[in-house]
């Protein structure tokens, strides 16, 4: 979730602390939430918030109903100024002030690298999470991608699948991997938990990449030490808010230049795993095609549109004709 820069103005009239209360009630933002044993390693998370409304306590609500226990929560504003926003992030500040659980910090507007890096920096947890001010968790996020990371100490992150809702709608399946798996293509969710040692080692995210993209160019720098890779859990255990605004779908306008931004900082990496990369991005290609050509056909009012030549276009325009074909004859 990437944001414009601007800076923030302070907001903190003390007539809104008497609706904390209600707010927190509404969202579900209580400590007795049902956990299981906490053994294994303190877990902290940090939530990014800008300009999100209650959206932001229905994040954190997510988090404090977790099965595994979560020590900490430090919420990043980066820098909102609508006015509901604002309140709502008072309100959370004003209703967990003195909590060892949550934690609301304030920052001019920096982009959302800048505002994980922060929270991370203030967690004191062993190990860290990731969560955008507009998505949530099912209860067994942290459970599940905590054991997939304390198994294998090759594995320097875990996600999971997601499900979509909102504007889309539907389960999304990406597969992690190596930093192979990485290169034609992000291979994970933003929203990961991982070692705050790893963190620290990639030299956390990179804040001068305020446009999109921050998330895959971070993956990459956690897979540089050899052998890594990323587990994501098969199970869609992130709620991803869709909504034509949103930052991935901005990113997606730019995506050439982004993924350029992207190969700039890697750039040994992609040298290293050059017939990985061009190898990847043709199977993409090539699943992409197929997923089209069976819409087309499926529907024949369909217009197969200008054909291009030498990358498939010509094969699949004759794939179309011919099961078209089939069908009327």
């Given at each position: 979730?990437s944001?414009?820069?601007?800076?923030?103005?302070s907001?903190?009239?003390?007539a809104?602390?008497?609706?904390?209360a209600?707010l927190?009630?509404?969202?579900?933002?209580?400590h007795?939430?049902?956990?299981?044993g906490?053994?294994?390693?303190?877990v902290?998370?940090?939530?990014?918030?800008f300009?999100?409304?209650?959206?932001?306590c229905?994040?954190?609500?997510?988090?404090?109903?977790?099965?595994?226990?979560?020590?900490?929560?430090?919420?990043?504003?980066?820098?909102?100024?609508?006015?509901?926003?604002v309140?709502?992030?008072d309100?959370?500040g004003?209703q967990?002030?003195g909590?060892?659980?949550?934690?609301?910090?304030?920052?001019a507007n920096s982009g959302?690298s800048?505002?994980r890096?922060?929270?991370?920096?203030?967690?004191?947890?062993?190990?860290?999470?990731?969560?955008?001010?507009?998505?949530?968790?099912e209860?067994?996020?942290?459970?599940?991608?905590?054991?997939?990371?304390?198994?294998?100490?090759?594995?320097?992150?875990?996600?999971?699948w997601?499900?979509?809702?909102?504007?889309?709608?539907?389960v999304?399946e990406?597969?992690?991997?190596?930093?192979?798996?990485?290169?034609?293509?992000?291979?994970?969710?933003?929203?990961?938990?991982?070692?705050?040692e790893?963190?620290?080692?990639?030299?956390?995210?990179?804040?001068?990449?305020?446009?999109?993209?921050?998330?895959?160019?971070?993956?990459?720098?956690?897979?540089?030490r050899?052998?890594?890779?990323?587990?994501?859990v098969?199970?869609?255990?992130l709620?991803?808010?869709?909504?034509?605004?949103?930052?991935?779908?901005?990113s997606m306008?730019?995506r050439?230049?982004?993924y350029?931004?992207?190969?700039?900082?890697?750039r040994?990496?992609?040298?290293?795993?050059?017939?990985?990369?061009?190898?990847?991005?043709?199977?993409?290609?090539?699943?992409r095609?197929?997923?089209w050509e069976?819409?087309v056909?499926?529907?024949?009012?369909?217009?197969?549109?200008?054909?291009?030549f030498?990358?498939?276009?010509?094969?699949?325009?004759?794939?179309i004709?011919t099961?078209r074909?089939?069908?009327?004859?």
């Amino acid at each position: 979730m990437s944001t414009p820069e601007h800076d923030r103005e302070s907001h903190h009239g003390g007539a809104r602390l008497d609706r904390a209360a209600p707010l927190l009630r509404d969202e579900r933002l209580s400590h007795d939430a049902p956990r299981s044993g906490a053994a294994g390693p303190s877990v902290g998370v940090v939530v990014t918030a800008f300009d999100q409304g209650r959206q932001i306590c229905e994040a954190v609500g997510s988090i404090l109903a977790q099965t595994h226990p979560v020590s900490e929560v430090v919420v990043v504003d980066d820098g909102s100024t609508d006015p509901d926003s604002v309140a709502a992030l008072d309100d959370l500040g004003a209703q967990t002030h003195g909590s060892p659980t949550v934690r609301v910090l304030r920052q001019a507007n920096s982009g959302v690298s800048a505002a994980r890096n922060a929270g991370i920096a203030a967690l004191s947890t062993e190990v860290v999470a990731v969560l955008d001010g507009d998505d949530l968790w099912e209860p067994t996020f942290v459970a599940s991608t905590l054991a997939a990371l304390v198994q294998d100490h090759d594995v320097v992150a875990a996600s999971s699948w997601l499900s979509m809702f909102g504007v889309a709608a539907g389960v999304v399946e990406p597969a992690g991997g190596s930093v192979e798996a990485f290169l034609p293509r992000n291979a994970a969710p933003a929203s990961l938990l991982l070692r705050r040692e790893d963190w620290q080692r990639a030299g956390g995210y990179d804040e001068t990449m305020t446009q999109g993209f921050e998330d895959w160019d971070f993956y990459l720098r956690l897979l540089r030490r050899p052998g890594t890779r990323v587990e994501v859990v098969r199970e869609p255990l992130l709620r991803y808010r869709t909504h034509p605004t949103s930052a991935n779908v901005r990113s997606m306008e730019a995506r050439v230049a982004r993924y350029a931004q992207v190969v700039a900082n890697h750039r040994d990496t992609f040298a290293a795993h050059l017939e990985a990369v061009l190898l990847g991005l043709e199977a993409i290609s090539t699943a992409r095609l197929a997923a089209w050509e069976d819409l087309v056909v499926a529907d024949p009012s369909a217009e197969v549109g200008p054909v291009t030549f030498g990358d498939g276009g010509m094969a699949s325009a004759v794939r179309i004709a011919t099961a078209r074909a089939r069908t009327t004859s």
